[in-house]
């Protein structure tokens, strides 16, 4: 067995060649394939330059855990940390797959990658708020549409641009206190109490028969359960929604000047900001350590649900932040390994 093995690696030349054309037979599309050996091109030039550490290796299979660490450290300053991430989650399953199989005999980037999602959203000048505090707050928030708003965002762990992007389409879950008949997209058939949080929407893009004005920055679209608490307070606010003006229905409209309209990003802002100000959570030049903005909300989300459940993976499939190997695994099996984790560990807010 040891002797096949052997013969294998030996006969292995060029072993990104090797990953990327058993990636195509699992079905992968080739716009996923350019991407990861753009990514492990890079790689590879760099770990066979005298860029690493101890000088140039031969090849990726010599590669170590030093060399892994100097090459996310010289993406720093170039690249967002989710773009960094997003690449070392490639070469993460490139050596996973390729000790799987046999040709290599370890993965370096593993602990890489598990250092990296230690630091995951992380601010220790960042104002730290507990889940009695934050439910004090939102109980203060009287209005249906800004308290949905409000707990959208903390429960969904949602970017801005995303919550603005939600059409009524996207959300299945009874409604009955108002004669409202939800008729969600088929990707949420099966996934009753859930939420869909698309990839598609770019701004200046038509989706759903309206052109958007906010983008979503997830690579792949993710379902998001919905708990009680926040199925009561979407009825809530659906029971007083206006009509759209949009054919695509958004689910967050306006309700003052622009009646009707989608919200946008900056409706969100100042409706956060002038709530966090009446609270004291919001000064005029305090930043980002002290303020808490709606992007405060997604790392709230992500802190105590992270510190809940000790499943970094769920809450990064939550977030949208993982590649597209790791949303599949948790597509697949998503009522078991994200709903079910969710409603176990998600706080209570009402």
């Known amino acids: 067995m040891a002797s096949e093995v052997e013969t294998e690696r030996e006969a292995i030349e060029d072993p990104i060649a090797y990953f990327l054309e058993d990636q195509r037979y699992h079905g992968r599309s080739e716009r996923t394939i350019a991407e990861h050996e753009r990514v492990l091109r890079a790689f590879e030039a760099f770990v066979e330059s005298e860029e690493t550490p101890g000088g140039p290796v031969e090849s990726p299979a010599e590669a170590g855990r030093r060399e892994c660490m100097a090459w996310v450290h010289s993406l ?29 005999e370890s993965n370096p980037m593993a602990l890489v990658v598990r250092e990296m999602d230690e ?19 939102v109980a203060g928030i009287p209005h249906p549409l800004e308290r949905a708003v409000v707990l959208t965002l903390l429960k969904t762990g949602v970017r801005v641009g995303e919550l603005c992007n939600l059409d009524l389409r996207d959300l299945s879950m009874p409604v009955e206190s108002c004669e409202m008949t939800l008729e969600p997209r088929v990707q949420l058939d099966g996934r009753p109490n859930s939420l869909y949080v698309d990839s598609e929407p770019v701004r200046g893009k038509t989706v759903n028969g309206e052109e958007r004005t906010a983008s979503n920055k997830r690579k792949r679209a993710t379902v998001i359960p919905v708990d009680d608490e926040l199925r009561r307070v979407l009825e809530e606010w659906l029971a007083i929604r206006p009509d759209a003006a949009s054919p695509a229905g958004p689910l967050f409209l306006d309700t003052g000047g622009s009646w009707g309209q989608r919200l946008e990003p900056s409706d969100i802002r100042y409706m956060v900001e002038s709530h966090a100000r009446e609270y004291g959570w919001y000064q005029t030049g305090g930043g980002a350590a002290e303020n808490v903005t709606p992007h405060y909300f997604r790392h709230f989300f992500t802190t105590h649900l992270r510190d809940r459940t000790g499943d970094r993976g769920v809450v990064k499939y939550l977030r949208g932040d993982v590649a597209s190997d790791v949303i599949d695994t948790y597509t697949h099996n998503w009522g078991d390994q994200v709903r079910r984790v969710y409603e176990r560990n998600v706080y209570s807010l009402l």
């Not at 170039?78 to 290599?104: C, K, N």
């Not at 104002?127 to 004090?136: A, G, K, L, N, T």
């Open 119 to 137: 630091s995951i959203d992380t601010n220790p000048a960042r104002r730290e708020i507990s889940v009695p505090d934050m439910r004090e707050f």
């Open 76 to 104: 720093r300053g170039d690249l967002e940390p989710g773009t960094i991430a997003t690449y070392a989650s490639y070469v993460h399953r490139f050596y996973d797959y390729m000790t799987q199989v046999g040709a290599f």
